[in-house]
Nanobody, 121 residues
Framework: QVQLVESGGGLVQAGGSLRLSCAAS????????MGWYRQGQGKQRELVAA???????NYADSVKGRFTISRDNAKNTVYLQMNNLKPEDTAVYYC???????????????WGQGTQVTVSS
């Protein structure tokens, strides 16, 4: 199967920066879109940013100009650089990937375990 392991969350003051990383491993043939979602307390999970294998990106309006998503296809890793963080960015951030595995040869969706990002005012 496929595992997504996230790192880089933590506590930061408003205006600060954090960089999240998510590495995919397992029976991977190819990875299509990778992305980051977040879920604040009492809120629904929402898309933060996504990137295709070709490098096309998509951002939530609330993070445009502050967050940058990138990926290293050779390392099966996606990154989220978060600058000028605001208290409303506080949430659990989840890595997401659509992966074709050598086990099924079908595209399936996978999620990481989540990493907490807390922004203090």
């Amino acid at each position: 199967q496929v595992q997504l392991v996230e790192s880089g969350g933590g506590l930061v003051q408003a205006g600060g920066s954090l960089r999240l990383s998510c590495a995919a491993s397992g029976s991977i043939f190819s990875i299509n879109t990778m992305g980051w979602y977040r879920q604040g307390q009492g809120k629904q999970r929402e898309l933060v940013a996504a990137i295709t294998s070709g490098g096309s990106t998509n951002y939530a309006d609330s993070v445009k100009g502050r967050f940058t998503i990138s990926r290293d296809n050779a390392k099966n890793t996606v990154y989220l650089q978060m600058n000028n963080l605001k208290p409303e960015d506080t949430a659990v951030y989840y890595c997401n990937a659509w992966v074709v595995t050598t086990a099924s040869w079908r595209r399936n969706e996978y999620w990481g375990q989540g990493t907490q990002v807390t922004v203090s005012s």
